[in-house]
T-cell receptor
């Protein structure tokens, strides 16, 4: 079945450092890919998405490119801030016809001043 | 303001005592679902509903029930909770189309002793 694999955390960075969180997926057909972010004590919220190969999703300085050849959707940010500290989830939505999301295990990011 | 509201936020209960976690959305979304979040496992879908009176099992439905009598409400019922149901639970809703954003509640942290 469909699945998502994320790099294990926690990831600890200093402010203004470069961030990469790796995400790879297994799916039949042409899934849509998402990154969700969970700030402490809150629910998940959509960070960015990409719906077809070579699409780049971007939001709040974060970017991810849908790479079908490597089945990857890595999250990047050029300069992280303390306020980016959160748990990041990669997810896919299969082409099965309804809205089920398959999530990765999540990667906790801690940014220090 | 578009939102998904879950109650309670925190709950400690004893094994076998029936409980209900409520979920309500104000966006007139057709599709609603329940997830549980466990360390290292990400979010896993428990049940989902594609519309009023239409519900179906997700990946981890054992020990849970749901109902969808009104479009806005989707309660999660644990008829006889057990300690392995200690988890963080999230309700989510989407408009029902592909590639659409899922809106999450703030979560319910349940402890079964």
């Amino acid at each position: 079945g469909d699945s998502v694999t994320q790099m294990e955390g926690p990831v600890t960075l200093s402010e203004e450092a470069f961030l990469t969180i790796n995400c790879t997926y297994t799916a039949t057909g042409y899934p849509s890919l998402f990154w969700y972010v969970q700030y402490p004590g809150e629910g998940l919220q959509l960070l960015l998405k990409a719906t077809k190969a070579d699409d780049k999703g971007s939001n709040k300085g974060f970017e991810a490119t849908y790479r079908k050849e490597t089945t990857s959707f890595h999250l990047e940010k050029g300069s992280v801030q303390v306020s980016d500290s959160a748990v990041y989830f990669c997810a896919l939505q299969g082409s099965g016809g309804y809205n089920k999301l398959i999530f990765g295990a999540g990667t906790r990011l801690a940014v220090h001043p | 303001e578009a939102q998904v509201t879950q109650n309670p936020r925190y709950l400690i209960t004893v094994t076998g005592k029936k409980l209900t976690v409520t979920c309500s959305q104000n966006m007139n979304h057709e599709y609603m679902s329940w997830y549980r979040q466990d360390p290292g496992l990400g979010l896993r879908q428990i049940y989902y509903s594609m519309n009023v009176e239409v519900t179906d099992k997700g990946d981890v439905p054992e020990g849970y029930k749901v109902s969808r009598k009104e479009k806005r409400n989707f309660p999660l019922i644990l008829e006889s909770p057990s300690p392995n149901q200690t988890s963080l639970y999230f309700c989510a809703s989407t408009s029902g189309g592909m590639n659409t954003e899922a809106f999450f509640g703030q979560g319910t942290r349940l402890t079964v002793v």
